[in-house]
Each structure stands twice: as C-alpha cells, then as structure tokens.
C-alpha cells in the first residue's frame, strides 16, 4: 500500500514537474528570440511605433496591441454579462428536466472549432454588420461579437461551478432574514462566490486575446490604427498567423517579439486577477 501511495506521489510530481518546465521552456524560447529583436528595432519603435511595414524594415506593433486590446474589450463587454446571467440560471434557476440539454449545449460550444465560429461569423454576422452600417462588415464590432460568443462556455464552465459551490448557508440564511430567492441568490449566494467570478472572466479574457483563426476571418485585418468599430483591425495574432509562414530575420525576430509582448499582457492579465483575490480575501 505504501509503494502504491509513494509511486502514485512520483508520477503526480512528475506531471506537475513536466507542466512547468514545459511552461519554462515556452518562456525561455520567446523570451531568447523576441527580446533581441526589440532592442534592434528599440522599445519605442517597436511598443509606439504606428507603421507595419516589413517591406522597410518598419516594426511597429501599436496598432495591433490597440486591436487586440479593444477587441478583447469589447467581447468581455458583451459576453461576460451574459455568461454570469447564464451561470446563475444554472445554478439556481434551471428546471431539472432542462438542466442537463443546457449543460450539454454549452459544452459543446466549448468543443466547437475556432475555424468554424469563423465561419459562421463570415456567413452571418459580417453581411448583417454591412447590411446595418453599409460598409464592409470585417470589422472590429465583427470580430467582437463573435469572440464574445465564443468566450461564453468558458466563463459559464467557471462561474456556473463556483456559484454551485457556495455553500447552502449563505442562501439559507438570507431567506431565514427574509429576503427573496432572487435577493438571496444575488445578494448572498454571487458574492460569494466572486473569486470564482473572477477566474472565469480572467479564463474568457485569456481566450478572447489569443485567439486567432476566427478573428482573422472576421476582423479586415488592416494593421492600422484603429479608428471605430465598424472598420478593420488587426490583432496580434491575426498578425503573427498571417506573416510567420513567410517570415525571415528580423521580420520573424520581430512576430516573434509579437508573441512575447501577448504573453506578458496575459501575465499582468493574472497577476492583476490574483491580487485583486487576494485583497478580497484578506478584506472579508
């Protein structure tokens, strides 16, 4: 029995171990090749710079991190709200009979490729953004909508768990002070649950910023500054998957140094998320 346990601790470190090396290595790896470009173009060049043009040794990334910011933006606008609303349903709301054909629908939004919500964002929700706006419908409201689609299992996924946990005496309590189910389930049982809120929002932020096939079939992908919702954008890793096939020297050093500045918006993305849980840990 104690070696079964001892063999069973080695293989769990193991995996663990594995999960951060190879975290290690893909930082080690963009890190070595995307920093030197940086300093070859310069920081400011390449952070502030407003013209992407390989053609002539122009290397400069702020339209796509405005791109991706908004867009990322504007899809937690959209479908975060509705993601909570929806967890609560489940949650607390959802009739048992139909509880287990939502739950199943959801997760196969989950399972769904990127490639296909991108065709269905080119099918149907781009000729409706030009039949309303009567220009072309890539646009950066486009790609939105559809990435505020797309997000939405994964912070149902989050939220619908954390909420379910909340343990029965906070509803129970609330009703016992004579509140309402509905005041009992918002005012008591959500808040409660608000690290988990918080995860899954942090999840679905980390979805809509790195996704790429969907955007780039939606978005216009024009690396300019954006200049409103309805004209094309281009992202990061619209820019990355568009020019990396072709790519050489300082040009691939360069989408590669792309590459670094996602993942150090993704790390302040969680680090910022896991201080804000913590002080709202420590203040309760």
Same mark, same amino acid.
């Given at each position: 029995?104690?070696?079964?346990?001892?063999?069973?601790?080695?293989? @769990?470190?193991?995996? &663990?171990?594995?999960?951060?090396?190879? %975290?290690?290595?893909?930082?080690? @790896?963009?890190?070595?090749?995307?920093?030197?470009?940086?300093?070859?173009?310069?920081?400011?060049? @390449?952070?502030? +710079?407003?013209?992407?043009?390989?053609?002539? /040794?122009?290397? $400069?990334?702020?339209?796509?991190?405005?791109?991706?910011?908004? %867009?990322?933006?504007?899809?937690?606008?959209?479908?975060?709200?509705?993601?909570?609303?929806?967890?609560? @349903?489940?949650?607390?709301?959802?009739?048992?009979?139909?509880?287990?054909?939502?739950?199943?629908?959801? /997760?196969?939004?989950? !399972?769904?490729?990127?490639? =296909?919500? $991108?065709?269905?964002?080119?099918?149907?929700?781009?000729?409706?953004?030009?039949?309303?706006?009567?220009? /072309? !419908?890539?646009? *950066? #409201?486009?790609?939105?909508?559809?990435? &505020?689609?797309?997000? #939405?299992?994964?912070?149902?996924?989050?939220?619908?768990?954390?909420?379910?946990?909340?343990?029965?005496?906070?509803?129970? !309590?609330?009703?016992?002070?004579?509140?309402?189910?509905?005041?009992?389930?918002?005012?008591?049982? =959500?808040?409660?649950?608000?690290?988990?809120?918080?995860? $899954?929002?942090?999840?679905?932020? +980390?979805?809509?910023?790195?996704?790429? *096939?969907?955007?780039?079939?939606?978005? !216009?992908?024009?690396?300019?500054?954006?200049? +409103?919702?309805?004209?094309?954008?281009?992202?990061?890793?619209?820019?990355?998957?568009?020019?990396? +096939?072709?790519?050489?020297?300082?040009?691939?050093?360069?989408?590669?140094?792309? $590459?670094? =500045?996602?993942? %150090?918006?993704?790390?302040?993305?969680?680090? &910022? %998320?896991?201080?804000?849980?913590?002080?709202?840990?420590?203040?309760?």
């Amino acid at each position: 029995m104690k070696f079964k346990e001892s063999f069973m601790e080695a293989v @769990f470190l193991i995996a &663990a171990c594995a999960s951060v090396l190879a %975290v290690g290595l893909i930082c080690f @790896f963009l890190f070595s090749n995307g920093l030197p470009a940086i300093f070859k173009i310069g920081p400011l060049k @390449f952070l502030t +710079g407003t013209v992407w043009k390989p053609s002539n /040794n122009i290397y $400069g990334i702020l339209p796509m991190i405005l791109g991706s910011i908004y %867009v990322t933006g504007l899809a937690i606008l959209f479908g975060v709200p509705i993601a909570i609303l929806t967890s609560i @349903f489940l949650s607390r709301y959802c009739p048992k009979k139909i509880y287990g054909a939502c739950k199943a629908g959801i /997760n196969l939004m989950s !399972g769904i490729p990127s490639i =296909v919500y $991108g065709f269905f964002g080119l099918v149907l929700i781009v000729p409706l953004m030009a039949d309303l706006t009567h220009k /072309n !419908g890539n646009t *950066m #409201l486009t790609a939105a909508i559809l990435l &505020a689609i797309m997000i #939405l299992p994964t912070v149902v996924g989050v939220t619908e768990a954390a909420i379910s946990s909340v343990p029965d005496s906070y509803y129970e !309590g609330s009703l016992a002070l004579g509140a309402t189910h509905s005041q009992s389930v918002f005012f008591a049982v =959500v808040p409660a649950a608000k690290s988990g809120i918080l995860a $899954g929002i942090v999840l679905g932020i +980390g979805r809509a910023i790195g996704e790429t *096939m969907a955007v780039i079939m939606v978005a !216009g992908n024009q690396p300019r500054m954006p200049k +409103g919702l309805t004209e094309g954008i281009r992202t990061m890793t619209a820019n990355i998957v568009m020019e990396m +096939g072709y790519a050489a020297e300082l040009h691939r050093e360069a989408l590669i140094a792309t $590459g670094v =500045v996602l993942f %150090v918006f993704i790390l302040i993305i969680n680090l &910022a %998320v896991s201080a804000l849980n913590r002080r709202a840990h420590y203040g309760d």
